[in-house]
């Protein structure tokens, strides 16, 4: 008993990893029970990033280039903001799920495992279709490369991964946030589907802003790190801006945040009583 | 009638319960406006000529915030609601009510749109009309305006109808739904007015029931060429007049020969 409890205190990333398999593996072994559903949202997924290339492309018909940049660097921010996108929608989808656990009372449960609330919570879904959206972006930010004639290389590409990992913590972050507003509002799913709209504004330069909304879109809703200040650095590595290079720390740091948001929310939960 | 003005009353009181909602609804649309006009003046700005497609920036501008007000205002939830019903068994005491479940359906929606006609689209064209200075005429566009957004409302209904009858044999929510907005929402124009579309995609989209649901009042509001009295206006309120009554007897057929075969859980 004793020495139970010592080894529940030691609990390093190891453990949490293999918990983490393990969940995730229940839940695709649920998914795999609903076939259809799996196959159509596997389509939709599809036919939105088809949809929104399409509404791009039709845009560069008209306009041959957006505030200094071309079509195929804006087509490198394009893939490059799917990609950063993908593990939101792969890792974090359940947070859509929170308000309902809530209002229902079911997310009592959460409370009562002997593991982080967060992480717990967050591990119990993982979206399967969301990696057609990588598969996507991949391809876009591919033939952008290519056309743009930016050399390839081992140094390069160790940069483009972590760009990529600490880009996508910001659009989690934002995420987080608008679901944990539900401790607090009620029905506050209206938060979650305004924020979720910005997403598709995240890879035009911000450079187009001005003012007050520059500092908007760069600090409040931090829309500018998901692809611009990080695909700058790739693109045009001659003129980083501090903010490029400040980017991962912005983007711990807005994860942390929304991290202590969220449990803040779940740690004065007290169920609904039923 | 007393019923569905009761059912209407009954959703516009349910929106006022969230007060919090709808001002942050109504924020987050403003700074969403503000995206669209900064990308919009960046896009103008770096091109060549003033005038793309007949369009200048002002008349875009005025156009997609119009848009996404009317988007904002005729949107209902159907789909989501209809597969939470299914879910939860509550659809079994609204099938026995002695009303149609369409109707009831959309009345009970559409004190949501009365709502957010009155908090959404009404402010925001008034302010849009004194930013365009002018651009926009107070007349007899604007009674044709309101015939045809009618029709919009009814259109948009009947497309989210069936969509949500489509849910009930697939059991896949969130697919089915993604589906349907990602093509309304790029056929209708709401995203990009439909004059930059391509030659060849304009005329698909000529014979799709999608672009009746905001492209045409819009234009009826901005009296373009071809939607105003003097030239078409009729033809093209007739055509958003043929395709509600298709889509909503489609629709008709298609719930009640589906609805024989729901199977609910428990409830």
Known sequence: ?274 | MKKYLALTIAGMTRTLQFRLGILVTVLGNLIYMTLVYYLWKAIYASSPSQIVNGMTFTDTIIYLVLATALFNFLDMYIVWELSRNIQSGAICLDLLKPVNYRVYMFFSFFGDNVMSFFLTFLPTFVVVYFVADGKIDLGLNLIMFAISVAFALLLNFSVEMLVATICLYTESTWGINIVKESIVLLFSGATIPLVFFPEGLRTVIGYLPFRCIYDTPLNILLEKPGYTLDSGIWSMIALQAVWCIILSLAGRAFWNFSVRRITVNGG
């Open chain 1, 1 to 274: 008993m004793n020495k139970e409890i010592i080894k529940n205190k030691k609990r390093g990333l190891g453990f949490y990893f293999r918990i983490y398999c393990k969940i995730i593996a229940q839940d695709l072994k649920s998914k795999m029970s609903y076939r259809a559903d799996f196959i159509i949202s596997t389509f939709g997924m599809l036919l939105t990033n088809i949809v929104g290339f399409m509404s791009f492309y039709i845009l560069f018909k008209n306009f041959p280039s957006i505030n200094g940049w071309n079509y195929h660097e804006m087509l490198f921010l394009y893939g490059f903001s799917l990609i950063a996108l993908t593990p939101l929608q792969c890792l974090f989808d359940n947070n859509w799920n929170l308000r309902m656990q809530v209002e229902s009372g079911d997310f009592i449960k959460y409370c009562f495992r002997p593991i982080n609330i967060f992480f717990y919570f967050i591990s119990e879904v993982f979206d399967v279709k969301g990696l057609g959206q990588l598969v996507f972006g991949t391809g876009v930010l591919v033939y952008a490369w290519t056309c743009l004639g930016i050399p390839v290389n081992i140094r390069i590409i160790i940069q483009l991964i972590l760009l990529l990992i600490t880009a996508s913590l910001f659009m989690i972050a934002i995420m987080n946030v608008a679901a944990a507003t539900c401790f607090w509002i009620v029905r506050s799913g209206y938060v979650m589907i305004v924020m979720f709209r910005f997403k598709d504004y995240a890879r035009y330069p911000v450079s187009i802003f001005d003012g007050i909304f520059k500092i908007i879109f760069t600090f409040v809703i931090p829309i500018a790190f998901i692809a611009y200040y990080p695909g700058i650095v790739i693109l045009r590595p001659n003129e980083i801006p501090l903010l490029s290079k400040l980017s991962p720390l912005f983007g711990i740091l807005f994860f942390w945040l929304s991290y202590r948001f969220w449990m803040l929310g779940a740690e004065k939960y007290d169920g609904t009583g039923s």
